[in-house]
């Protein structure tokens, strides 16, 4: 096995079928050094991911949705 597939992270991307938007974010981020340049990739990542969150298995993602829809709501 590679060490990229060994990494968690990138598995659990993988399994949500995120994996190009997760790409682009990365992209974004190593062309302008600012992830506040990178909100609509960020976006776009995010909602895949939630979209297809139980494939990705992950607890704290469903927590974090959850605060963002309360913040989202003040």
């Known amino acids: 096995m590679s060490e990229e597939e060994e990494d ?3 598995a659990r991307i993988e399994r949500t ?3 190009q938007e997760n790409e682009d974010l990365q992209i974004c981020f190593y062309d302008k050094k ?3 340049l990178c909100q609509e990739e960020m976006k776009r990542f995010r909602q895949c991911f ?3 969150s139980k494939n990705a298995g992950s607890v704290e993602l469903k927590a974090s949705e ?3 829809k309360e913040e989202a709501t003040k």
């Open 50 to 52: 939630q979209a297809n």
């Open 8 to 10: 968690p992270y990138n």
């Open 34 to 36: 600012d992830w506040r």
């Open 17 to 19: 079928g995120c994996a």
């Open 66 to 68: 959850k605060q963002q």
